[in-house]
C-alpha cells in the first residue's frame, strides 16, 4: 500500500479494531436491546448499518454499483421510513461480524489497490454530495467511531437495566 493510503487505511483498521472490542461479549438479548425506552437503534442494526455503509464506499471507490446479490446479503442503507432496518431476531452477532469482516477485507484490497493519487479523486455518494476518495476513507473511521459512542451508551444503558 502507497504510504498516504496505508495511513488512512490505518485509522480505519484501528477504528474497527477498537468496535470489535468494545462488543465484545454482546449476546442476543444486548444485540436486540433498542434501550430503557425502547426507541434507539439496537447494536445490532448499528453493526449491519456501518457494515452496508463501508459496503457502499467501497464500491464508491470502484465506480461501481454494488452487485445485485451484495445488496440482497447486506440489504438496505435505510428502510422505507428513512430509518435503520430492523435485524431478525435470529441473527447472531457472529454472523453481523462475519458480514463486517467481509466488508473489511474488501476495504482493505480495495486500499491495496489505490495509489496516493487516486485518493483524490472524487465520488458521488449521498444525493449527489461529492468528496475525495480520501475524505471517503477518513469517513469511515468516523462514521463508526460516532457510532461506537452509541454502542458504549447502550452496553451501559443494558447493564443497568440487567440490574433493575
Known sequence: MEQTVALLYAIVADTYKRLKDLVKGVEIEELNYTGPTGDMNSIGQLLKHLAVVDLHWVYRFRGQPIPLEIKMRFGPLLNSY????????????????????????????????????????VVVYEKGKKATIRWGIWHIADHSRYHQAHIALLRRYYKQHLEK
Open 82 to 121: 428513512g430509518k435503520l432496518p430492523t435485524i431478525s431476531k435470529n441473527t447472531t452477532f457472529l454472523e453481523l461480524m462475519r458480514n463486517y469482516e467481509a466488508v473489511q477485507k474488501l476495504f482493505y484490497f480495495e486500499c491495496k489497490n489505490l495509489s496516493n493519487k487516486d485518493i483524490s479523486k
